[in-house]
């Protein structure tokens, strides 16, 4: 994506899982080095049949040994639950001297569940891409969803270099940029950005959707953008989120302990009219919101300069 990006540090991609991730992969590498061949699959047919339909890979196989015959770096880009039994079953078909990685929002439980079948020789460099929509399936990828986002490396201690380095060109010539951390660090970290930010945004919805007197009328004409933010969240694959939750857990449970602690300072403010505690509070929280634009992570403009939805990529 970067139009001055290096030979390609991979000849051949197999990509396991085709949905969102995946195929924004696709093209993004194909938007760089379209030399690189991409070979998909999924687990239905239907899915297969789309991804050859909308034609991001060179061959969508009809089983997942197939798809990484020969192929030089491997993803697995599946559900977390899904992970384990995928590298279970593609293990005794990978080419020695391959790069293995995954693309899982959790990186403690994936490393548990891949590594041990991980064979001699293919370098395991398991990764995680701060990009997504609440959009899923083949249809949804498109090549600028990585572009400017971190890409998190999670390494185990041990791991050769140089499957690192060339995965790291592989992440950057998508337009990404990467960071290397501690798998349990990780996961702390994703609890609180993320994981718990998303289990708010459920939890919200259904609040409102309790309200059932109103939620046919004024709940959704007058949904200020913070409302209307927590239904586009709300929105995001069932699948892929319960997965991360049952495998997230002590991270997430200790976020929304926390979480929990402070929503009664706030409650007990209201109640007791404390509006020096709450304007307090308040001051902090913007405080944190000009870090996140001065570090670049997002923009100041109103409605995150989204625009009108069909706008949106
Ligand atoms: P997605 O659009 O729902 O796609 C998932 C894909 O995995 C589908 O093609 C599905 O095939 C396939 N699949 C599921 N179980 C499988 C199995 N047992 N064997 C083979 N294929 C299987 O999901 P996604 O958003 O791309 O997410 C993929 C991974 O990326 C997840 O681990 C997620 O945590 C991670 N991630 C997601 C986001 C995000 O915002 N979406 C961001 C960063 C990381 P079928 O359609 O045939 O079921």
Redesign the pocket.
């Known amino acids: 994506m970067s139009g001055e990006a290096e030979a390609a540090p991979f000849r051949h991609v197999a990509l396991?899982?085709?949905?969102?991730?995946?195929s924004s992969m696709a093209h993004a590498i194909r938007a760089t080095w379209p030399e690189v061949r991409i070979t998909g699959?999924?687990?239905?047919a239907?899915?297969?049949e789309t991804a050859r339909e909308v034609g991001f890979c060179n061959a969508v196989t009809e089983s997942?040994p197939e798809a990484v015959a020969g192929a030089d770096l491997i993803v697995l880009?599946?559900?977390?639950g899904?992970?384990g039994?995928?590298a279970a079953e593609i293990a005794p078909h990978l080419a020695p001297g391959a790069v293995l990685t995954?693309?899982?929002?959790?990186k403690q439980a994936v490393i548990e569940a891949v590594a041990p079948h991980v064979p001699e020789g293919v370098a395991f460099v398991p990764g995680?891409?701060?990009?997504?929509?609440e959009h899923?399936?083949?249809r949804?990828g498109f090549a600028t969803l990585f572009q400017n986002r971190w890409w998190l490396l999670t390494p185990p201690e041990g791991t050769d270099p140089e499957a690192v380095a060339r995965l790291t060109a592989l992440v950057r010539g998508m337009g990404a940029n990467v960071e290397t951390m501690e798998p349990a660090h990780h996961d702390l970290v994703l609890a609180v950005t993320s994981h718990t930010p998303h289990l708010i945004a459920y939890t919200m919805v259904g609040v409102a959707d309790h309200l059932r007197r109103v939620t046919d009328e004024e709940v959704i004409k007058y949904s200020a953008a913070g409302f209307r933010d927590f239904t586009r969240i709300a929105a995001?694959?069932p699948?892929?989120w319960r997965?991360?939750f049952l495998t997230n857990r002590e991270a997430t449970l200790d976020i929304l302990g926390r979480f929990t602690e402070e929503l009664f300072v706030l409650q007990r403010a209201i109640r007791m009219g404390d509006g020096q505690q709450l304007h307090d509070y308040f001051t902090r929280t913007r405080a944190i919101r000009r870090g996140i634009i001065e570090a670049g992570q997002d923009t100041a403009a109103p409605d995150f300069g989204r625009g009108a939805p069909d706008q949106r990529r």
């Not at 880009?77 to 977390?80: N, Y």
């Not at 995954?102 to 959790?106: A, I, N, R």
């Not at 995680?128 to 929509?133: E, F, Q, R």
Request: charged residues 15%.
């Open positions: 396991i899982g085709l949905g969102l991730i995946a699959y999924a687990r239905s239907e899915t297969r997942a880009a599946v559900p977390v899904a992970m039994g995928v995954d693309v899982g929002s959790v995680h891409p701060l990009a997504g929509t899923s399936g083949p949804s995001s694959d699948t892929m997965d991360v």
